[in-house]
């Protein structure tokens, strides 16, 4: 028995309770019943083994079994994802989760094979928006002289300075203490990425322009993968599938309560002049149609 077991590390930013790493400890127990203890998923919250962008390349190698990681990591090395990290690409939940879940979703993992990666499945991750230390945002300009971090991406380098602020790239378990120093002024995220990093503590103005919804993915190495059997292969893609609605729905209720909690804790929140936001990404598709209209278009068309 202890010879052919095998563990599979799956690391996360994230701390225990949060619904990301919920769902691949749901995944992890089905996947131990199912083989009757041979494979272990074994879960590291909290960035224990590294930043997403380490632990992506050290997936890749086989240095490491499993990740969940933002898209936005992924797209560093598989630019051909970025479109569903675009501002505004998702008309509303029901729209982003038939894209998810369809043809368009399932070809996008399945391309990850292409650099190594077997994509096993996507997660909710909410929609990101502005906060910051020093003023509500109720439309683009008022972003005009902060400095905000963002996720270490093009994509999300672009988008920030379109509309009109300093973009500041740097991984995630340093941000608090970029906002602490007065080094960035803001960040993005969902609501509960603003409360369990502790950012709100520093940065009180939430703005909710909700520009991106930029899934997460749950990815396997494919140098592993390939020492699995067929059986087992199916029993952890399915495991995979049928955590989906579970973090789906452990999502829905942690963004509710972080919300609640945001609020006691005395954040100010604001919604935005949202027309001005979408224009203000007008430029921002001007320059990535040309490689990514067609991939716009169908994402469009799934209704
Ligand atoms: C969160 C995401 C993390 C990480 C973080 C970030 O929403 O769940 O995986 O990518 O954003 O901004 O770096």
Known sequence: ??????????????????????????????????????????????????????????????????????????????????????????????????????????????????????????????????????????????????????????????LVEVFGAAAVPIDYNEVFSALKGGAVDGAENNLPSYLTSGHYQIARYFSFDRHSSIPEVVILSAKIWDRLSRSDQAVIRNAAQQSVAYQRKLWERYESQSFRALRQAGCQFNEVDLTAFKEACLPFYRKYYPQYQSMVDRINLVQ
Not at 15 to 28: E, R, W
Not at 60 to 85: C, H, W
Not at 113 to 141: D, V
Request: contains cysteine.
């Open 1 to 158: 028995m202890a010879a052919d077991k095998m563990i599979l590390r799956c690391p996360d930013v994230h701390s225990l309770d949060f619904p990301t790493v919920q769902a691949v400890l749901y995944m992890a127990r089905l996947v131990r019943e199912r083989t009757k203890g041979r494979i272990e998923i074994v879960v590291y919250p909290n960035g224990a083994l590294g930043s997403e962008k380490s632990v992506v390349n050290m997936v890749r190698v086989g240095a490491l079994e499993m990740g969940r990681v933002s898209l936005s990591e992924v797209v560093n090395v598989y630019p051909d994802m970025e479109v569903l990290s675009f501002p505004y690409v998702f008309r509303d939940d029901s729209h982003k989760w038939k894209v998810l879940d369809g043809d368009f979703g399932r070809n996008q993992l399945a391309g990850l094979a292409k650099i190594g990666l077997i994509g096993l499945c996507f997660q909710e991750s909410g929609y990101r928006s502005f906060y910051n230390t020093k003023r509500p945002i109720y439309r683009p300009s008022d972003l005009i002289g902060l400095k905000i971090r963002v996720q270490p991406t093009k994509i999300m380098i672009n």
